[in-house]
């Protein structure tokens, strides 16, 4: 990728996207094309070639997805399976057909099986049975990965698959039903606070173990593969360290203040007991995450309060 390429960045307006979009700009990448929902959906496919068709951009980062934390996958399997598949279908296919030289295509580690080995290789994709609270979306992420793949084989494209960890930052979802762990538990200790409650509910037992990258060293990273990376063999994106969701909830109540106690609803699911990605591949190539998970709850924090208060984030639409 040369600095006067014209990047085509799907999903803009989400976490991964934006952040995407704004690294890529402050490396110096002028020609960035976004496009909003109105102007483009990713759902049609004519539209879609016709954007590709008219537009000819040199490299696409598809970060474009319908994404969610536990319960939301778990309730909406439908719409997480097709909308996914339709998405990536309609803009892999469209950059193939258009003279698209590299493609990032952005995955997620919960393409791994449920029990994989810690921290979890590249190679064991596809070697055992996946999470069931969201293998619908992880069946659309593996679809994405060997569609790339298939391109690649059959036409020699530069299609990159990258798996991100579980991410958090600026225009995350902070809605409590829908969201990942870190922002339900930011805005839920931010509100607990607020009243003045005594504790504060966690789903699940607090003993899963992930891994969280701040979404702007996901994007240093990405930006780092379509300089460096060449290759359709899957690569991790994580920071090679994990913690408990109960150490997790204590750092988030220390970063916000709050002094309660938390309560462990068993109703809810886990999920996966453990998900730290093997970061061997990526770090052996020179890229390292900056942003220390204690530093990365407090920017999220920040970005959460101003948003909040503008009735910008996603929580308030
Ligand atoms: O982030 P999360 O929703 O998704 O949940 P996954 C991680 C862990 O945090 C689970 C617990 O064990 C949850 O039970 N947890 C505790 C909470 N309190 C809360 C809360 O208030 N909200 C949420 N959401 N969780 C997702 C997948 O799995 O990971 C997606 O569903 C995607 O497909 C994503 O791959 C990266 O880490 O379990």
Partial sequence: MEIPSKIFVAGHRGMAGSAVVRRLRAGGYENVVVRARSELDLFDRSAVEQ????????????AAARVGGIIANFEKPVEFLLDNLTIQNNLIRAAAENGVTKLLFLGSSCIYPKLAP????ESALLTGALEPTNDAYALAKIAGIK??????????????????????GPNDNFDPHTSHVLPALIRKVHEAKLAGAKDVPIWGTGCPRREFLHV???ADACVFLLENYDSPEVINIGCGEDVTIREL?????EVLEYRGELVFDTSKPDGTPRKLLDMTK??????????????????????FMEHRAAGTDQASR
Avoid at 51 to 62: A, K, L, M
Avoid at 118 to 121: N, S
Avoid at 152 to 168: I, Q, V, W
């Fill in 51 to 62: 954007f590709f068709r008219s537009e000819r951009p040199d490299v696409v980062v598809d």
């Fill in 282 to 303: 990526l770090f052996a190539l020179g890229w390292k995450p900056k942003i220390p998970l204690r530093d990365g709850i407090r920017n999220a924090y920040a970005w």
């Fill in 118 to 121: 810690q921290p979890i290789p």
């Fill in 216 to 218: 702007d060293d996901l």
């Fill in 147 to 168: 569609l790339c793949q298939a391109y690649a084989r059959e036409y020699g494209k530069n299609f990159l698959s990258a798996m991100p960890t579980n991410l958090y």
């Fill in 249 to 253: 909830a204590e750092t988030v109540c």
